[in-house]
C-alpha cells in the first residue's frame, strides 16, 4: 500500500533524497498527498511529468496566490515577485532582468568572484586548521557577490543576509517573524531603489531602476524590491549551501574527490552529478495549481488543484538516469537534471551559480592539498526547518 503522505514533508538530517520519496520514485510519477491548505495535492516525481509541470502554462504559479499549501506562504508574493507570476505580467518583469544574466555577462564576473574566493580562502588558512567551511567560504561567498550584483552596501551585509535567511524558512522562525523581516527587507530595498534613480551606479538595482520593461512600462519601486528579493534569496541561500554539501560529498566519497581532481573537465563532471544528486530541499518549494482539468503521467487532475513539481525526485528517475542513487561523474543524461527549473522560470541564475562553486571549488582543491573533514561525516550538524538543506558547520583540515 502507498504510504500516507502530508505535504511540507517531514525534514530529515543530510542531503540525501528524503526515503519517503524515494519509495515514493519507485511507484509512479504522481501521487496523492495532504496539504496544509487542508485538500487533496499532487507529489510529482517522474521526470517527464515534472518537466511538463514547469514548462506548461495551465499550471499556473499566479493561481496559488494566498494558498495555504504552500509551504513558503506568502513569501514570494506582490507586484514583480517574479516567481510567482503568470505570462504575461512574467514576461514584462523577466525581459528587465534577462540582459544582466547571459552568460557573458556572467563571464565577466568571474574574475571578481575569483578574487573574493581567492581572499576568503586565503583568510581561512590564516586563521588555522580546522576551519568553518559555511562561515569562512560556503555563506560569504555567494553573499558578497550578490550584495555586489545588486549594489548593497558592505556595511549593510549582515543585517541584509539575516533578513534573506528568515524568509527561507518553513518552520525554523514564526510567520510572524517571518513576515516582519520580510516587511524589513522590503523597505531596505525600496529606500536603495529611490537612491538609485536619484544616482544611478554600476549595478543591478540601478539598471531595474532605469530599464524600461518588454512594454515600455518601467517597474515601479514595489516590483523592483520585490524582484530583488527573489534574486537575492533564490541566489544567496541556494549557492552557499550548494557549495558547502559538495564539499562534504568531495570529503566522504573518495571516488569524487579523485575525479574532481583530475583538471578542469573531472571538476566539471564531478559537479554536475553532485547537483543532480543533493536533495537541496525536501519540500521543493513553488507549487502550481491547475487552471483546468488534465491528466499528467496518467492521473486525473482536476481544475483548482494544486501540484508540487519535486525536482529532486525528477533527477532520480531511472528511466532517465541509470542507476540514480549512486554518484557517477560522466554519466549519460548528465545535463539533463531538472536543479534549475525548466521552461518560463528556468533559474536566471544558473550560470552565475555555475560559476561560484566552481570558483569555490576550484580555489578550496588547489589552495587545499590535504582537504579533509575535521570531524566523522555523522558528526556534521545540519540545518533544520530551511526550504534549503547543508551543514550548520562544516569543520574541514588542510
Ligand atoms: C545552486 C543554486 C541555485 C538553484 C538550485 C536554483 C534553483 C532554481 C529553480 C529550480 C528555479 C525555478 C523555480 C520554479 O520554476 O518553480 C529558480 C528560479 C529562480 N532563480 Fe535560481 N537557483 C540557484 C541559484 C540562483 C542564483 C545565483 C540566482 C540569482 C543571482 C537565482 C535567481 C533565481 C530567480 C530570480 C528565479 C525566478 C525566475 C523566474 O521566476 O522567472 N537563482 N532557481
Not at 41 to 60: C, I, K, M, N, Y
Request: aromatic share 6%; glycine share 10%; hydrophobic share 40%.
Amino acid at each position: 500500500m502507498a504510504p500516507h503522505v502530508s505535504y511540507p514533508l517531514q525534514d530529515v538530517p543530510g542531503i540525501d533524497i528524503s526515503p519517503v520519496v524515494r519509495d515514493l520514485i519507485d511507484r509512479g510519477p504522481v501521487h496523492p498527498v495532504d496539504t496544509a491548505g487542508g485538500r487533496i495535492g499532487w507529489l510529482v516525481t517522474g521526470h517527464d511529468a515534472v518537466q511538463e509541470v514547469l514548462r506548461d502554462p495551465q499550471f499556473s504559479r499566479a493561481a496559488m496566490t494566498g494558498d495555504a499549501a504552500d509551504p513558503l506562504g506568502g513569501a514570494f508574493e506582490g507586484p514583480g515577485a517574479i516567481v510567482s507570476l503568470d505570462p504575461p505580467d512574467h514576461t514584462r518583469v523577466r525581459k528587465v532582468i534577462a540582459a544582466s544574466f547571459t552568460p557573458r555577462t556572467i563571464t565577466r564576473l568571474r574574475p571578481g568572484v575569483e578574487v573574493i574566493a581567492e581572499q576568503l580562502v586565503t583568510a581561512m588558512i590564516a586563521s588555522g586548521s580546522p576551519g568553518d567551511l559555511v562561515a569562512g567560504v560556503g555563506v560569504p561567498l555567494p553573499l558578497m557577490v550578490i550584495c555586489e550584483l545588486l549594489g548593497v552596501p558592505y556595511e549593510d551585509r549582515a543585517t541584509f543576509s539575516r533578513w534573506a535567511d528568515s524568509i527561507m524558512a518553513i518552520s525554523s522562525i514564526s510567520p510572524d517573524e517571518a513576515s516582519a523581516n520580510k516587511q524589513s527587507l522590503l523597505g531596505y530595498l525600496h529606500d536603495l531603489v529611490r537612491a538609485r534613480r536619484n544616482e544611478a551606479q554600476h549595478d543591478l538595482v540601478s539598471l531595474l531602476a532605469h530599464t524600461p520593461t518588454g512594454d515600455g512600462t518601467p517597474l515601479d519601486g514595489l516590483e523592483i524590491a520585490n524582484l530583488c528579493i527573489g534574486i537575492l534569496v533564490g541566489g544567496y541561500d541556494t549557492t552557499a549551501n550548494e557549495i558547502c554539501n559538495m564539499v562534504f560529498l568531495l570529503c566522504t566519497n573518495p571516488h569524487l574527490m579523485a575525479h574532481a581532481r583530475t583538471g578542469s573537465t573531472g571538476l566539471n563532471e564531478t559537479i554536475d552529478e553532485m547537483m543532480r544528486w543533493i536533495a537541496l530541499s525536501i519540500n521543493v518549494g513553488f507549487p502550481r495549481k491547475a487552471t483546468r482539468d488534465t491528466v499528467l503521467g496518467g492521473q486525473p487532475i482536476a481544475a483548482g488543484d494544486v501540484v508540487f513539481p519535486d525536482v529532486i525526485a525528477a533527477n532520480r528517475d531511472a528511466s532517465v538516469f541509470a542507476d540514480p542513487h549512486s554518484l557517477v561523474p560522466g554519466r549519460e543524461n548528465q545535463r539533463r537534471t531538472l536543479l534549475f527549473g525548466s521552461g518560463p522560470h528556468f533559474c536566471p541564475g544558473a550560470h552565475l551559480a555555475r560559476t561560484e562553486i566552481e570558483v569555490a571549488l576550484s580555489t578550496l582543491l588547489r589552495r587545499l592539498p590535504g582537504l579533509r573533514l575535521a570531524v566523522a561525516p555523522e558528526e556534521v550538524p545540519w540545518r533544520w526547518g530551511q526550504l534549503v538543506r547543508g551543514p550548520r558547520e562544516l569543520l574541514i583540515s588542510w
